[in-house]
């Protein structure tokens, strides 16, 4: 798809899909599989103060799986544990959509129409933005960035809620040469760092962050952070599986505790609602 074409697509779905779309998409995003909202409780005692609500848009290492998928789980998922009941965790987060496809199939358009001031948008694409032989999905760097700069950072401040940019977390992809893992779609980390910077966005490393927790633990031990299974090992999975892009439980507690940390270090109100212990070290 060219860059015109992008930028069409882009106009047609924000203007017509918020109205025509949004509440059917919020009624799919509940389906098997797909994202689902998780809400934290309220404390003990009397009601909990409203922080606001942590929206998140991304895809399959996000998204919230449902008990027919264990031990699959996405960070999205986890990423209540680590706030207090005062904020509210949406995920959005669904399998196989790019920063564009998320757009064109109204997703944005259907959190837009419930954000709310003092919401947060936390967004983070990039694995099915670099497919390039996927039509549906590939969405070039400068597309990309455009996308994030228009459509989720701006339009997500029109409405007073405040947009957090995530890059994309690593996939457990190692240099043996190295003794480190590469970095995943670099093209695409730099180009949210790049639009966070020049909008002022705050930003979660969530790249370097993961890069460095899987550094520390290194590559063996990092088969139990992503859905590395043996044949027999959970009824879902009964052949096994070796999948370097999608997380098993413990790897979505851990990659959703990087972010809780990162959001902790941002000077947000939201940033106050961090538990200790996700600012603690990792693995306990």
């Known amino acids: 798809m060219s860059r015109n074409s992008n930028v069409s697509s882009r106009r047609r779905f ?119 032989g996927n039509a549906e999905r590939y969405t070039s760097p400068a597309d990309y960035k455009e996308y994030l700069r228009n459509d989720y950072i701006r339009a997500t401040r029109a409405r007073g809620a405040t947009p957090v940019v995530v890059t994309p977390v690593s996939r457990r992809s190692y240099n043996a040469a190295t003794g480190k893992f590469n970095v995943s779609f670099p093209a695409y980390v730099d180009a949210a760092k790049a639009v966070a910077a020049e909008e002022r966005a705050p930003l979660v490393d969530l790249a370097a962050a993961s890069r460095a927790y899987l550094d520390g633990i290194g590559v063996e031990a990092s088969k139990g952070i992503f859905l590395w299974l043996n044949a027999g090992q959970y009824p879902n999975f009964p052949d096994g599986v070796q999948d370097n892009t999608h997380f098993q439980e413990r790897g979505a507690v851990e990659m959703a505790r990087l ?15 961090v538990v200790p212990g996700a600012v603690r070290g990792l693995g306990g």
Do not use: M
């Not at 959001?263 to 109100?269: D, E, I, K, N, S």
């Open 14 to 132: 924000l203007g017509g899909a918020a109205g025509a779309a949004g509440a059917g998409v919020l009624g799919a995003l509940g389906l098997p599989g797909a994202a689902a909202a998780a809400t934290a409780g309220t404390t003990g005692g009397g009601a909990a103060v409203a922080a606001g609500t942590v929206y998140i848009a991304s895809d399959s290492t996000a998204q919230t799986y449902g008990s027919r998928y264990y031990p699959e789980a996405g960070w999205g998922q986890k990423l209540a544990s680590y706030f207090t009941s005062n904020v509210t965790v949406a995920n959005h987060a669904i399998g196989g959509r790019s920063s564009r496809s998320f757009i064109e199939q109204g997703r944005l358009a259907a959190i837009h129409q419930v954000i709310r001031a003092g919401d947060y948008l936390f967004v983070q694409f990039g694995h099915n933005d670099a497919t390039v």
């Open 259 to 273: 972010v809780a940390r990162a959001v902790a270090g941002l000077g947000l109100p939201v940033s106050g609602e």
